[in-house]
């Protein structure tokens, strides 16, 4: 990571030298050529003018012949300006001088060009007031043609410098392309080519990483699915075991709702054949009211086998039911076991509504509430408080729909009320409760019919006693 960082650190100060260095290069170049442009264009004037100056100056000596021999007045007036354009470019011309050399040849104790311009002048200057002087002309004529090859040398000289300056600064202009080409190929050294091969590292590195990232996710689907299994498994034990408790539950009901009619029917044909032991008559009237209470006993009978066997029926189907069929059949399924536990069941069914839901399901919940009422009520001493269960319906509102079941048990402990619906918490010795039931129930109620299941202790009147009891209130949406 250190390492990285300090590569990464190095390439960023390298690529700031050599952009700072690119820049350098630009400026140089621009600058080279911007001086390059402007010496040429000094040297090309002061060529250009030396030349003129070399050439005027024989020109000028002409017309001075011409002038002394014509008198010709216009002739003498072109003079007097070609000899003012002179010294004007000689100003000039001395103003520029270029280089020591060139100085030297002007003021120099050699060639002292600029003392010769000066006496050239000077002779011109008088021949304007004395034109007529022909030793003054041939003078003139002499002088210039002295002058000519020292002009020549100067107009060389300009030439010369110009063309110094014009190769140093070809040559500043191929330092240039060189410093530049190294500084790209620096680049490409020091910045593309490694940061190209950094990338293509870390392509490598990320796809790995991603296809690690696969493996684990695929590894973390594979436990997830895993534990759903198990969680479902769990899920499955915990139904069958309660459904296992609702079924002993019934199988007990079922002993209670069969011994009522079975002693009917033993009663019955017990009479008659104790009739026929004593010899005496048994009328067909008799005999056929006998069989008809005997067919209504087995009709009983086989009913409550029926609503034995839609219950274990393991139907998941939904349908539209009313809550009060529920209600009804759990009765029917608990209500000998209640009864010959000496329970009163009190139902205030003031309303009713339809819900898509399983009725065994709602049923089994049902019953695993009241099994619970009804284990707490046996505990009570019955000539001291009644055994109550009250079961009531209400619309709540315009969307919730109540059904609560009360009981006058004493409640149920505070310290453990907040526990009761985790599946195996009981209080109950384990040959008589396994804490299925309430998880089941909420399950059921939560998971399988969108409702909340909620408890409290409640205080109430009943018979003018006071009762306390376990209050379940269950709540459907319609
Ligand atoms: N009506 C009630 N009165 C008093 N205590 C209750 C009542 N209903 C439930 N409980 C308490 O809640 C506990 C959990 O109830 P749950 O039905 O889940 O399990 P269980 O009745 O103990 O066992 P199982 O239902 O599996 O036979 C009970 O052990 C009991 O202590
Ligand atoms: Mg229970």
């Known amino acids: 990571m250190v390492y990285k960082m300090k590569t990464i650190f190095n390439i960023k ?3 700031a030298i050599l952009i700072a260095s690119l820049i350098f290069w630009a400026f140089f170049a621009f600058f080279t050529m911007n001086q390059l442009i402007k010496t040429q264009e000094v040297y090309a004037k002061l060529i250009n003018i030396s030349g003129k100056q070399r050439m005027l100056s024989q020109k000028t000596a002409l017309m001075v012949k011409r002038v002394n021999e014509s008198k010709d007045k216009l002739l003498f007036k072109h003079l007097k300006e070609i000899i003012s354009l002179m010294k004007r470019d000689h100003h000039f011309l001395l103003e520029n001088l270029t280089s020591d050399e060139i100085n030297k040849i002007y003021y120099g104790k050699k060639y002292n060009l600029n003392g010769d311009v000066e006496k050239y002048f000077s002779l011109l200057d008088n021949f304007l007031f004395d034109s007529g002087n022909v030793k003054l002309v041939e003078s003139i004529l002499s002088f210039s043609f002295d002058l000519l090859p020292k002009l020549d040398f100067a107009v060389n000289k300009y030439e010369k410098e110009s063309e110094m300056y014009t190769y140093a600064l070809k040559q500043r202009e191929l330092f240039i392309l060189i410093g530049t080409l190294l500084t ?7 910045i593309v080519i490694p940061s190209v091969k950094r990338i293509i590292k870390t392509e490598k ?3 790995e990483l991603n296809q690690n990232l696969e493996k684990k996710v695929d590894e973390q689907k594979k436990l997830i699915l895993e534990e759903h299994e198990k969680v479902k498994k769990r899920e499955k034990t915990l139904s069958d075991q309660s459904k296992l408790i609702s079924m002993g539950e019934m199988i007990g009901n079922i002993a209670h709702q069969w011994r009522q ?14 009739k026929l032991d004593y010899g005496q008559k048994v009328f067909e009237k008799e005999l056929r009211e006998a069989s008809k209470q005997i067919l209504q006993q087995a009709d009983y009978l086989s009913k409550t086998i029926d609503d034995f066997r839609d219950f274990i029926k393991s139907e998941k189907n939904y349908s539209e039911i009313k809550i009060t069929e529920v209600i009804k ?4 399924l608990v209500d000998a076991s209640l009864k010959s536990n000496h329970i009163k069941i009190e139902t205030k069914i003031d309303e009713d509504i339809l819900i898509l839901g399983n009725i065994n399901e709602l049923s089994q919940a049902l019953i695993n509430i009241i099994k619970n009422s009804k284990d707490a009520l046996v505990l009570l001493d019955e000539k001291k408080s009644e055994r109550v269960i009250f ?3 209400k619309k709540l509102n315009s969307k919730e729909f109540l059904l609560s079941i009360l009981d006058t048990a004493g409640g149920i402990q505070e310290e453990i009320i907040d526990r009761i619906f985790e599946p195996y918490f009981t209080t109950k010795h384990p040959t008589v409760g396994t804490g299925i039931g309430l998880s089941m129930c909420d399950k059921i109620i939560r998971e399988r019919h969108k409702g909340v299941i909620f408890v409290e202790n409640r205080e109430f009147e ?3 006693k006071t009762y306390k009891g376990a209050y379940f209130k269950i709540i459907f949406n319609y």
Do not use: H, M, Q
């Open 184 to 190: 790209i190929l620096f680049e490409a050294v020091l």
């Open 261 to 274: 009619p079975l002693s009917v029917i033993t009663t019955i044909v017990s009479g008659i054949n104790l």
């Open 462 to 464: 009943y018979n003018n």
């Open 329 to 332: 059949k759990t009765l029917s």
């Open 205 to 207: 590195r990320l796809k």
């Open 13 to 15: 100060i390298t690529y």
């Open 391 to 393: 079961i009531e319906t």
